[in-house]
């Protein structure tokens, strides 16, 4: 089992930058890939990016491409989810979780607690 812990989320308007920390412990050894997801209220959970995690091979939504970038340091178990020229529909509970390469939140098996992102128009 790994072990997830997220930071980085706030308040931030328009425009502006965030980037998201994902440390990683435990099992490290045995995670294929990383991935991120975010819930807004009432919707459902939402793929972001993933990246494996030996390789960094990476994919994102397409509606995200260009904006925000997934990447990680194995040296210090940790992944990040660097997010550019925010948007008010960004806004959400952003999730990191271990598993497989896919798209789908059934495929990770551990997730993190979430870390918030709140951007104002």
């Known amino acids: 089992q790994a072990l997830l812990v997220e930071s980085g989320g706030g308040l931030v308007q328009a425009g502006d930058s965030l980037r998201l920390s994902c440390i990683v412990s435990?099992?490290?050894?045995?995670?294929?890939?990383m991935g991120w997801f975010r819930q807004a209220p009432g919707k459902e959970r939402e793929f972001v990016a993933a990246?494996?995690?030996?390789?960094?091979?990476?994919r994102y939504a397409d509606s995200l491409k260009g904006r925000f970038t997934i990447s990680k340091d194995n040296v210090k178990n940790t992944v990040y989810l660097q997010m550019n020229s925010l948007k008010p529909e960004d806004t959400a509970l952003y999730y990191c979780?271990?598993?497989?390469?896919?798209?789908?939140?059934?495929?990770?098996?551990?997730w993190g607690q979430g870390t918030q992102v709140t951007v104002s128009s």
């Open positions: 990246i494996t995690w030996s390789g960094g091979v990476t």
């Open positions: 979780a271990a598993g497989t390469f896919t798209t789908l939140p059934g495929g990770y098996k551990d």
């Open positions: 435990g099992r490290t050894f045995s995670i294929p890939a």
